[in-house]
């Protein structure tokens, strides 16, 4: 599944640099084409709406699947989320996917996981990272469509090291949807990546503390998708 042509040794160097690193290319093309295919297709009931604050009534964030019945009381917990964000609290927004015991049917995305929970993937990311990775935690996939985001923050005792690999093609610069580092302290931006195509960003958790880093408000205006698969390596 992995790009053979990768040079992980530079891939290293890169990586001690800054603690972060986009990876171009990371599959094979045509692992990479059937995800995407995959997540674009996925039917709409298929997919959990989540956001953050939740109604009073549900005391925390929850995943609604996204019906039709379930409209009214998206719409709500999205309006929500958007006033939080406005106000400068946290807060976020998109759809993911959720799988009881965290483990998705047979078919592309059970391959992503259990890929990513390999000891294959595991050596990679070890020997990219320099870190003692001996697993993964929640992994899931992600849509953000108009309107969705999700504000500042760190993802704290999550792991050593997060994930998020985009199957997103033809993103315009002007849809936003980037996520994008900042200081923690200050908000003076460090760096910020659109979502593409075949591309697997690392970044430390623990060793990058100082900053934190958010999902960009995805244009009223967009006509695609940014699909991911995200987990943190522990």
């Known amino acids: 599944m992995i790009n053979p042509s990768l040079d992980i040794s530079r891939l290293s160097n890169d990586f001690s640099t800054g603690e972060i690193i986009l990876i171009k290319d990371f599959f094979l093309p045509d692992f990479a084409e059937t995800a995407h295919q995959y997540l674009y297709e996925l039917p709409e009931e298929n997919w959990y709406v989540t956001a953050y604050p939740a109604a009073e009534e549900l005391k925390k964030h929850k995943n609604l699947l996204n019906t039709k019945a379930n409209e009214p009381f998206i719409n709500h917990l999205r309006r929500l989320a958007l006033a939080q964000s406005k106000r400068g609290n946290f807060a976020f927004r998109f759809k993911r996917t959720w799988h009881e015991h965290d483990m998705p049917p047979e078919g592309v995305e059970r391959e992503l996981k259990l890929f990513f929970e390999s000891e294959v993937m595991l050596s990679v990311v070890r020997k990219i990272t320099g870190k003692d990775i001996l697993q993964t935690s929640s992994s ?22 997060g994930f998020v690999c985009y199957f997103t093609q033809n993103w315009e610069q002007h849809w936003g949807g980037n996520i994008e580092f900042t200081d923690r302290e200050t908000l003076a931006p460090h760096v910020s990546f659109l979502p593409g195509f075949n591309q697997l960003l690392l970044f430390s958790i623990k060793d990058l503390a100082h900053l934190q880093h958010e999902v960009k408000i995805v244009s009223e205006h967009v006509s695609g998708k940014r699909m991911a698969f995200s987990c943190w390596f522990k």
């Open 140 to 161: 899931f996939s992600s849509c953000y469509e108009r309107g969705d985001f999700l504000s500042r923050h760190n993802d704290g005792n999550n792991g050593l090291v």
